[in-house]
C-alpha cells in the first residue's frame, strides 16, 4: 500500500514558478514509477510527466521545456518544477505512482495503482 500527500500548489501570476512535492509513504518507494497529472475543470485528467524508478523522464508536449519531474528515493518524494506557468495551466494537480511504468503513462487514469488526493493550481493573467 502507497499512500500519496501532494503539496505546493497555490496561486502565481502568469510567467511565474511553482513547485509541487509528492511525498509517499512505503518502503518500495523506489520500485515505483511516479506521475504528475492534472484535470481543468470540465476536461479529463491528463499526463504531464513521469519518472521511472531509475530516474528516466518522460514529458507532454504541453509541458516539455517548461516543468520538470524530479525524485529522491531518501525522502520518497517526487516534485514537479512549474516554471512560465500559462492561465491554461490551471487545473488540480494530482501524484500517481504504479510499478508498471507503462500503465503509468500509456494506460486509462483508472488503471492507476495509486493516486494523491491533489493539490490546486491557479494562474492568474
Known amino acids: 500500500q502507497v499512500q500519496l500527500v501532494e503539496s505546493g500548489g497555490g496561486l502565481v501570476q502568469a510567467g511565474g514558478s511553482l513547485r509541487l512535492s509528492c511525498a509517499a509513504s512505503?518502503?518500495?518507494?523506489?520500485?515505483?514509477?511516479m506521475g504528475w497529472y492534472r484535470q481543468a475543470p470540465g476536461k479529463e485528467r491528463e499526463l504531464l510527466a513521469a519518472?521511472?524508478?531509475?530516474?528516466?523522464?518522460l514529458y507532454t508536449d504541453s509541458v516539455q521545456g517548461r516543468f520538470t519531474i524530479s525524485r529522491d528515493n531518501a525522502k520518497n518524494t517526487v516534485y514537479l518544477q512549474m516554471n512560465g506557468l500559462k492561465p491554461e495551466d490551471t487545473a488540480v494537480y494530482y501524484c500517481?505512482?504504479?510499478?508498471?511504468?507503462?500503465?503509468?503513462?500509456?494506460?486509462?487514469?483508472?488503471?492507476?495503482?495509486?493516486w494523491g488526493q491533489g493539490t490546486q493550481v491557479t494562474v492568474s493573467s
Open positions: 512505503g518502503r518500495t518507494f523506489s520500485s515505483y514509477a
Open positions: 500517481a505512482a504504479d510499478p508498471n511504468f507503462r500503465r503509468l503513462t500509456g494506460g486509462p487514469a483508472g488503471a492507476v495503482d495509486y
Open positions: 519518472i521511472t524508478s531509475g530516474g528516466t523522464t
